[in-house]
């Protein structure tokens, strides 16, 4: 019997991994609205990446949560400011042995989905997929990098329905990682992701428009100091040297065509997932005494087009 997936956000990573896990033998089970339901029913998901084009009819896709009914794992893969309405949205298919899975920016989603469903029903993860959504129902993958780590967001067994889902993943052709303890993992990714949305969103450009510039490229550095400071004040231990690392990667090995998520947002007017990213940072930077400047000043700038702007 297939593993029944539910999809709660089927953007760009959700619909990244709806696509590749159905063409592995998954049953998906979307819940989306509007324009990406319409497309999606009419047309399929389609996903496009530099080998070409790729369309998939997932089992269901529905606006209504109470149609699909529970699952054995729910991708929870929303911007972060939808958090909160979203996980409301999809609870009627939340079972009693339903997992949830989050591969979200930062911590913020998966802290609400620990309040609302409880520790031992989330499972915490990471992406260093990228990836963006041209238009409604297609998604297009820039790069070869497939990589996705998870496990319990709360030290404890690792579920059934976990295991079940790491192997479909690496059936799929995804670099797919099960952990007892993701959470050095996120907070390593999170390190570089804050600093990397806030430069690029303030810059206005792709990665390889900036990172050969020497004074945004210690920016950057200086702001992933900055995040780190924040892991080790929580007490997560972090890798030696990954800052040099995550430096390293960006400009000698990051696909130079990758776009930060916030920076599409912004040129499109849409509201910014500001609050959950490097504002999330920012008050847990101040609740713990570290200080964050260049953080601050970033979500100063950015705080006037939070909201995206109004027609």
């Known amino acids: 019997m297939s593993l029944r997936i539910g999809v709660m956000g089927a953007g760009a990573i959700g619909g990244f991994l709806a696509v590749h896990l159905a063409r592995a033998g998954g049953s998906l089970h979307l819940l989306a609205r509007g324009a990406t339901l319409?497309?999606?029913?009419?047309?399929?998901?389609?996903?496009?990446?530099?080998?070409?084009?790729?369309?998939?009819?997932?089992?269901?896709?529905?606006?209504?949560?109470?149609?699909?009914?529970?699952?054995?794992?729910?991708l929870f893969?929303?911007?972060?400011?939808?958090?909160?309405?979203?996980?409301?949205?999809?609870?009627p298919m939340i079972g009693p042995d339903t997992q949830v899975l989050s591969f979200q920016n930062g911590l913020y989603g998966v802290e609400h989905l620990v309040e609302r469903f409880g520790a031992g029903r989330v499972l915490a993860g990471v992406?260093?997929?990228?990836?963006?959504?041209?238009?409604?129902g297609h998604v297009r993958h820039t790069g070869a990098?497939?990589?996705?780590?998870?496990?319990?967001?709360?030290?404890?067994?690792?579920?059934?329905?976990?295991?079940?889902?790491?192997a479909l993943g690496v059936k799929a052709g995804l670099d797919m990682s099960l952990m007892d303890d993701p959470m050095g993992e996120i907070w390593a990714k999170f390190v570089m992701l804050a600093p990397y949305h806030m430069v690029s969103?303030?810059?206005?450009?792709?990665?390889?428009?900036?990172?050969?510039v020497e004074e945004a490229?210690?920016?950057?550095?200086?702001?992933m100091e900055e995040v780190a400071a924040v892991a080790r004040a929580r007490g997560v231990a972090l890798p030696p040297g990954l800052v040099q690392r995550n430096l390293d990667f960006s400009l000698h090995t990051a696909d130079r065509r990758t776009r930060a998520s916030m920076l599409d947002d912004l040129e499109r007017g849409r509201p910014l997932?500001?609050?959950?990213?490097?504002?999330?940072?920012?008050?847990?930077?101040?609740?713990?005494?570290?200080?964050?400047?260049?953080?601050?000043?970033?979500?100063?700038?950015?705080?006037?087009?939070?909201?995206?702007?109004?027609?």
């Open 38 to 74: 319409q497309a999606i029913t009419a047309q399929g998901l389609r996903l496009t990446d530099d080998a070409g084009s790729v369309t998939v009819a997932p089992a269901q896709v529905s606006d209504d949560a109470r149609s699909i009914g529970p699952v054995d794992i729910c």
């Open 127 to 136: 992406t260093y997929v990228p990836a963006s959504v041209p238009e409604p």
């Open 145 to 166: 990098v497939r990589k996705f780590v998870f496990g319990p967001a709360a030290p404890g067994a690792v579920p059934r329905a976990a295991w079940g889902f790491a």
């Open 273 to 311: 997932e500001l609050e959950a990213t490097i504002g999330w940072l920012v008050r847990e930077a101040a609740r713990l005494g570290v200080p964050v400047p260049l953080h601050a000043m970033g979500y100063a700038l950015l705080k006037p087009n939070a909201a995206g702007q109004v027609a």
């Open 217 to 223: 490229r210690n920016l950057y550095a200086q702001g």
């Open 77 to 91: 893969t929303v911007k972060g400011q939808d958090s909160v309405a979203a996980a409301d949205a999809m609870a």
């Open 201 to 212: 969103a303030l810059t206005r450009l792709p990665l390889g428009g900036w990172i050969e």
